[in-house]
């Protein structure tokens, strides 16, 4: 391991830390916090503070605070959202990038976090970030190691909304389904394709649950990790206790959700080749065949916006039009207020008066 006071490489390459980062990611709900719990749990160190854990997740998030507020900060700016199904969002990422500002900012954090070899940080905002993280590491001499956490989209899905949707109507569940269905795809072939060419690991979350042992040992081995236990052991081990199949508690099909076909078709062989890239991870096969998918995505995508955009102008019209409205109210109530407040200024006897009418008087 080269220390990080050894001689600069002569050819120019930065120093290496002896630090390793291994950048949890995936869509939300994919079992994230369990992948990351897990390996805190075999030595590797979450950066400190982590973010509580709640009612939602009583188990832990095992998420760096300063990064999902970084994340989480910068998407608000942009109007964006974890998985945002617009193809062009990363366009906007990465006008934000051009500036700098996101690089300096994670270089001072990183920085600081160097005194651990092996680091773990998860967030599932972090693929929008790829190259952000990836010219920070490498101008600090880390080893960034990307780990992508996989679930069925019917299952992401209805972990997040098939509570609320199922009491709603048939028209408001194709919407709000659609959109998460297509989100999924869209963030699952971003978080692929930014991971190639570098130490990559894909993980089904049903596979953590059934033999974390068996799962995480082919994580370790192709990235090159090492933990603080041999995973053919079957001795007990903290993990044991934190992981267990009931966990999953979201076990839907495509059968439980309302969206178009073509569009759960797609999800379906995205899936099914994510799946091929968790035992190989660089198959050009599924990469090739990716890259036709995000490219038909993108094609379906922009007929979706041609077609609807009447009804997209219309409900910005009508937006812009009920804001003005509100605006307007509110402004003329604030007139009326200041004129009341200036004739009581003026007459303060009538004032007087006024307090000592029934039901106008101070109330002790």
């Not at 490498?138 to 069925?152: C, F, I, N, P, Q």
């Not at 081990?237 to 959700?257: A, N």
């Amino acid at each position: 391991m080269t220390s990080p006071t050894s001689p600069a490489d002569p050819s120019g390459a930065p120093d290496s830390s002896g630090v390793s980062l291994v950048l949890v990611s995936g869509s939300g709900r994919s079992g994230t916090s369990s992948l990351a719990g897990s390996l805190k749990r075999l030595g590797l160190h979450v950066p400190q503070p982590e973010v509580e854990a709640s009612e939602t997740n009583p188990r832990g998030f095992y998420e760096p605070k300063w990064v999902i507020d970084f994340h989480k900060g910068y998407l608000k700016q942009l109007a964006m959202h974890n998985i945002d199904s617009r193809p062009d969002a990363p366009a906007l990422v990465a006008e934000l990038a051009a500036t700098g500002e996101p690089q300096q900012r994670l270089k001072e954090w990183l920085s600081g976090q160097l005194d651990h070899p092996r680091l773990v940080v998860k967030d599932p905002h972090a693929f929008w970030f790829a190259e952000v993280w990836s010219t920070v590491c490498a101008d600090l001499g880390v080893d960034l190691k990307w780990l992508t956490a996989l679930r069925h989209p019917a299952e992401v899905v209805g972990s997040r909304d098939i509570a609320y949707l199922q009491s709603q109507s048939e028209e408001l569940r194709l919407v709000k389904e659609t959109s998460n269905v297509a989100g999924w795809v869209n963030a699952a072939l971003l978080t692929e394709r930014v991971g190639r060419g570098t130490a990559r690991s894909f993980i089904r979350y049903g596979d953590l649950l059934a033999d974390w042992r068996t799962a995480l040992a082919r994580v370790g081995q192709q990235l090159d990790l090492t933990y603080d236990a041999d995973l053919t052991d079957p001795a007990p081990h903290p993990v044991d206790e934190f992981i267990e199949p009931s966990m999953r508690k979201s076990q839907l099909t495509w059968d439980d959700l309302h969206l178009p076909a073509h569009l759960r078709d797609t999800a379906q062989e995205v899936w099914d080749l994510l799946g091929q890239l968790v035992e190989e991870p660089t198959s050009t096969v599924a990469t090739e065949r990716l890259d036709q998918i995000q490219a038909d995505y993108a094609a379906r995508y922009a007929e979706a916006v041609a077609l609807t955009y009447d009804h997209s102008r219309a409900e910005a019209v009508l937006a812009a039009r009920k804001a003005r409205d509100v605006q307007r109210a509110t402004m003329q109530d604030l007139r009326r207020q200041l004129r009341e407040a200036e004739q009581r200024a003026a007459h303060p006897e009538r004032r007087s008066l006024l307090d000592r009418l029934p039901g106008r008087g101070r109330r002790g």
